[in-house]
């Protein structure tokens, strides 16, 4: 029976500090992408990456948070908090939607069977989940508190036991400079305590982890769009009068504070230093009146600019030592822990002063975005971050000569992926997206990653959205993007070593090349570096590598078309460019042909659509161009020597835009992908319509692959994969001698497919001689992944 299984995704993480989170016990890793969860256990020792993903939402994922090892949580823009729990087989399904809040949900947090949301609805509410045992049963959210921030809205919220009591305490941090503090005895949360000090936005929160036994204190940290970080101790206050029911007044917490001593206020470098005391009440009806104290325990002053996250060492970590990962939008992520004020050693005594332990990330903070938000990972053995790019960095402790190394990790588009090309003997991949960048991805063969993919290189960052891309040869590709130009590339040497390196190319020239690429500032063209040292390397490109040192230099610009392009195809010889641009008239619905070798026009434009040319297509002999159009229209082109391509056929069967068309790898037919929810096969050479494949969405996207050997029982048959509009991917086969008949193998849903419009569908061009059933497909998404995914098209 026909099958799939994902090989490979890239993904991006959304921009919102909570969009990340890591399971309490283990190291998988949930993260928003677009409108679903991904899937990455950070302790896979080969970095397998993005495993899964999860679909269900319908907009950007905001918020994601475990609440156990079982249960997952997750929130978007719309308002909307989806429960997923794991199940007996490792999946996780849905238990929950529940549309918490009229707008977007800023955070989301938990303690036992109490959840709590904020939004940009200024409300912040409670929550209780009714989780049941039976696995499947769906679990249910109960409202049982609405708390309004009368304009404002919560950045963030934490919630924990205070010391030594089952009461619970709520931190908010909000769109204005002062935490708020709240307390649950019994039923409902109540204000006790608005904290100061901050002079900006309170953009994260973070309770000190509990030990393994009652611990006698607490401590708040805070980090703010100022840049500072504020350490809160909290601690129960011994022996304090008794406060008989209803007396806790702020009239009375005012007299106790003064009783208590205001030191008052001190200015350092323009920030208020304040010592005062806050001292918070709860009662409850089994464990009596309790007071607790809040003071500014410490200022970590180290960020230039605002602090995005904060995380505290894992207590399981076996050390006594607290210590705190914040990230900032500086682009760094600094490790903070505790020595003594008096011995300068590693101290987690009251007097003891905090200091940076390790700074990581880029000087300067040169990235755009710096960090959203961190991690931490493998118990604390790890730390994590995800940059304005969506791309993950990971610093790893190296325990034999106690210092930090950084290891490769993961990313993708922060963009829609609007084009692929495999190198000629689908050795490895190049993406393109609205992110303005060109990533190229492949399997590494040899190497301690043998057999995983990962991203090698990042050819082109532009200024400019990339459309398209297309090989010319395996080191060789043109791209187009928004403008009206076409630019050509050609790999350094620092990627012809790379993929020598790790078996994914090899009988490759290296030392013709140039050594690497770079970008002048304002600049748009890549201009290869020929002279200095040699940075080639057999490792992988780290992200900040990828970002800098992995360019490929620009060889040739071709001009030609009055408006941006919007499409490309390259021969398979590799001679011959075609491109169009967008147009609203015949005038500029052209396609031009130009020589790879000399970049001149080849023969006259191909005229005789009226609108847009939204694909085209060389057939496999390259004797035909085909091209679709938005005039919903199809035309073949037919090569005469010395002459150029002239028109033959056009079809306008179609009731709406054709997006995409593709040739069969032996050129007997092709097929055209349309918005009127049909795909339609036609017969070469006499141009005739064979067969309608009418589906339930649009068609956005079609490919061919080489003839397969379903079964010993069935001839070869021809695969064909069809992509739709919402995500799904459709495999169909026919056999060669019955092209009117089509039938359907395998549907790929969002679990395995994507969640959005798909721009395209590409079939790896070579086979694998040992697994003859076995076909690599590369799609690319709306919801900006691109995804590689192994078809098993055996049956019987």
């Not at 009068?241 to 008052?264: N, Q």
């Not at 997206?433 to 050819?459: F, M, Y």
Request: hydrophobic share 40%; net charge negative.
């Amino acid at each position: 029976m026909a099958s799939a299984s994902t090989e490979y995704i890239s993904a991006s993480t959304n921009r919102f500090n909570h969009a990340a989170a890591i399971g309490p016990a283990s190291s998988l890793i949930a993260f928003g992408s677009h409108n679903f969860v991904a899937l990455w256990d950070a302790s896979d020792a080969a970095n397998k990456g993005i495993y899964a993903t999860l679909p269900g939402h319908e907009a950007q994922v905001t918020v994601v948070h475990f609440l156990n090892e079982r249960l997952l949580a997750s929130a978007d823009e719309n308002g909307v908090v989806l429960l997923r729990r794991k199940t007996q087989d490792g999946k996780w399904k849905i238990s929950s939607k529940t549309q918490a809040h009229t707008k977007s949900i800023s955070a989301l947090t938990s303690s036992g069977d109490l959840l709590v949301t904020g939004a940009s609805d200024s409300l912040v509410k409670v929550w209780s989940i009714a989780e049941h045992n039976d696995l499947s049963s769906s679990d249910s959210l109960v409202e049982v508190q609405s708390i309004d921030l009368k304009g404002r809205y919560a950045l963030d919220i934490k919630v924990t036991n205070l010391p030594n009591t089952s009461s619970l305490i709520m931190a908010i941090g909000s769109t204005e400079r002062n935490i708020q503090l709240w307390v649950r005895g019994e039923d409902q949360f109540q204000k006790v305590a608005s904290l100061f000090g901050h002079e900006d936005w309170i953009r994260t929160l973070a309770f000190s982890p509990s030990g393994p036994q009652a611990n006698p204190s607490l401590t708040l940290a805070s980090g703010s769009q100022d840049g500072n970080i504020r350490l809160w101790l909290i601690e129960e206050i011994q022996n304090a009068p008794p406060v008989k029911a209803g007396e806790l007044t702020d009239d009375v917490l005012d007299a106790f504070e003064a009783s208590l001593g205001d030191v008052g206020d001190a200015d350092e470098g323009g920030r208020q230093l304040s010592l005062k005391r806050y001292v918070v009440g709860v009662k409850t009806a089994t464990e009596g009146q309790r007071r607790y104290s809040v003071t500014l325990d410490a200022l970590l002053v180290g960020h230039e600019a605002g602090v995005t996250s904060l995380e505290w060492r894992p207590a399981q970590t076996g050390s006594s030592l607290p210590s705190i990962l914040s990230t900032s939008t500086d682009s760094s992520l600094i490790i903070w822990s505790p020595v003594s004020r008096t011995t300068g050693a590693s101290s987690a005594d009251s007097d003891s002063l905090w200091i940076v332990r390790q700074r990581f990330g880029d000087v300067g903070g040169q990235r755009l975005g710096g960090f959203v938000g961190g991690l931490w990972a493998r118990k604390g053995a790890e730390a994590l971050a995800w940059g304005w790019n969506g791309c993950w960095r990971r610093w790893r402790y190296q325990e034999a000569n106690d210092r930090w190394a950084e290891a490769t990790a993961i990313g993708g588009h922060q963009g829609p992926v609007r084009g692929a090309s495999w190198s000629p003997g689908g050795e490895y991949l190049i993406s393109t997206g609205l992110d303005q960048t060109t990533r190229a991805h492949g399997k590494l063969v040899s190497g301690e990653r043998a057999n995983t993919w990962a991203e090698i290189a990042r050819p082109q960052i532009h200024g400019y959205d990339v459309i398209d891309v297309a090989h010319l040869d395996s080191l060789k590709f043109v791209s187009v993007s928004d403008e009206k130009v076409a630019r050509v590339f050609e790999a350094p040497k620092g990627f012809a070593s790379l993929v020598k390196a790790h078996g994914i190319l090899s009988d490759i020239e290296e030392n013709t090349r140039p050594l690497a690429a770079s970008l002048p500032p304002l600049g748009l063209s890549n201009k290869a570096v020929t002279g200095g040292c040699d940075h080639s390397s057999a490792s992988l490109p780290l992200e900040g590598e990828l970002q800098a040192t992995t360019l490929w230099p620009e060889t040739e610009k071709v001009f030609g078309h009055g408006y941006e392009l919007i499409a490309l195809a390259t021969s398979h010889s590799g001679t011959l460019l075609a491109t169009a641009c967008k147009s609203t008239s015949p005038e500029h619905a052209v396609i031009r042909v130009h020589e790879t070798k000399t970049w001149q026009l080849f023969g006259t434009p191909l005229a005789g659509h009226a609108l847009t040319v939204t694909r085209i297509a060389f057939s496999p002999d390259d004797r035909y161009i085909l091209t679709v159009s938005r005039d919903r229209t199809w035309r073949v082109f037919a090569l005469e020597p010395d002459a150029g391509y002239r028109p033959v056929s056009f079809d306008k069967s179609h009731a709406r835009i054709i997006w995409d068309c593709a040739w069969s790898p032996t050129g007997s037919f092709f097929a055209t992908a349309a918005r009127d929810k049909t795909v339609r096969v036609w017969k070469a050479e006499s141009w005739k319509n064979l067969a309608v494949l009418k589906l339930d969405e649009a068609a956005t996207a079609v490919c061919s692959t080489p003839r397969v050997m379903i079964s010993m029982l069935i001839s070869y048959r021809n695969a064909m994969a069809i992509g739709l509009e919402n995500g799904v991917v459709l495999i169909y086969s026919c056999r060669e001698d019955t092209l009117a008949k089509w039938t359907l193998e395998l549907t790929l849903d969002s679990t395995l497919a994507c969640n959005s419009h798909i721009f395209r569908v590409l079939w790896r061009p070579t086979i694998d001689a040992t697994n003859p059933h076995n076909r690599i497909l590369a799609i690319c998404s709306e919801d900006r992944t691109l995804r590689v995914v192994n078809i098993n098209l055996a049956v019987g």
